[in-house]
């Protein structure tokens, strides 16, 4: 009989070797370095811990959960990906000056574009997870998605000024 502990760790090791497949498939995209590739698998991994941890995932959830969630991050990856490369704020901002209004205003209807499929993605992954889930178990997987990303950006903050101090003093 496999202990609760056990269990935990060999979904995660399942899980954290899922992810390398998957992200060694998706590899051959040139546009990424091999550190952001790295850095990008650790996040994934690390979420994986911390989910797999947090939700106590019984073997039987996490066989149904885990492929649908890297059905779903692969697409929800591919749309990021897409916004990226058609919508850089840096290069929009670059050219501010010399932009028109109408491609100001094509800038801000594809970005809503993007937004509309990540909310439309989002909301067949939730009607995908209550094939698995109960709503309450659902609610906390959003939290701890949530929580492990508001940990990861302040893990990440630069010590001194942030943003928004620097902005307003502009």
Sequence with gaps: MMTTITKKLLITILMATTLTAVSAQNGDNKNQSGTYDQCKQQFKSEKVAYITSGMGLTVEEAQKFWPL???????????????????????????????????????????????????ATRRRYHEELSNIFSQKK?????????????????????????????????
């Design 69 to 119: 969630y890297n059905k779903f991050d692969a697409i929800f990856d591919s749309i990021g990906e897409a916004r990226r490369v058609n919508y850089s704020r840096k290069e929009c901002m670059k050219n501010y000056d010399k932009m028109t209004d109408a491609k100001a205003g094509d800038i801000i209807a594809k970005s809503f574009e993007y937004d509309d499929q990540e909310l």
């Design 138 to 170: 659902i609610l906390l997987y959003y939290h701890l998605e949530h929580e492990f990303r508001r940990q990861k950006i302040s893990d990440n903050k630069p010590a001194g000024n942030s943003f928004g101090k620097s902005f307003k003093n502009n």
